[in-house]
């Protein structure tokens, strides 16, 4: 819903605050490999990937093995076009897609998972949420615990005023040996939002609900 939100920003900026990103913006961060672009300057791991047409020449790497990689496709929702488990012949049927260019290895990590939703105003932080899933019906998440990572907050922080945030924006991080390594982005509501006891217009005296328009 947010990248079509973003496509009349213009016309609704007129009529009330816009908590949205812009539609550029978000664009790139959601797909997976540009994302690592506009975060590379920031204090995070960005795991290494490269497309499947080039795993004939990753092969010769002995770093490379099927249980290290996963494949995943720069646009894709709730991991409906990831492959955490994979062989030849799902590579080759891959490669024989039309959409095969989109597809890429992203070096499997380990650790602790854990998403954390933001809510930004003019680049500012204005609140947010860290959790763990504990529990998920498919492949989303149904049950969760709050965690703490002064890491992933300074993060926000940063990127929040590099880019001049408005709205919502989500991540999933891996907290590895590395540090807090990325694993991908998403650029609207998550269920974090149900750990946030007030949300930012509610602290603010002079500013009215009807007077926001949500992402989401």
Not at 57 to 80: C, H, M, T
Request: proline share 3%; aromatic share 14%; with cysteine.
């Amino acid at each position: 819903e947010i990248f079509f939100l973003a496509k009349i920003e213009d016309e609704v900026r007129e009529k009330g605050k816009f908590f949205c990103p812009s539609f550029s913006l978000i664009h790139q961060l959601h797909h997976k490999r540009n994302s690592y672009q506009l975060l590379s300057q920031f204090q995070i791991y960005l795991p290494r990937n490269f497309s499947i047409h080039d795993q004939g020449r990753a092969l010769d790497n002995p770093i490379f093995q099927s249980d290290s990689w996963v494949i995943k496709k720069d646009y894709s929702r709730f991991g409906e076009e990831t492959f955490l488990e994979w062989d030849q012949d799902v590579l080759n049927t891959l490669k024989t897609n039309t959409e095969s260019n989109e597809y890429f290895f992203q070096e499997r990590l380990s650790g602790k998972e854990v998403s954390a939703f933001a809510w930004f105003q003019d680049g500012e932080l204005m609140t947010h949420s860290i959790y763990s899933s504990q529990m998920r019906y498919s492949k989303a998440s149904i049950h969760f615990k709050k965690e703490e990572d002064s890491r992933i907050e300074e993060l926000f922080n940063q990127i929040g005023k590099q880019y001049q945030l408005n709205g919502q924006i989500s991540f999933d991080f891996m907290l590895t040996d590395q540090g807090v390594a990325l694993i991908e982005c998403n650029p609207r509501c998550t269920s974090g939002i149900h750990l946030i006891h007030q949300l930012p217009f509610e602290k603010s005296p002079h500013k009215r609900e009807e007077d926001y328009v949500l992402s989401s």
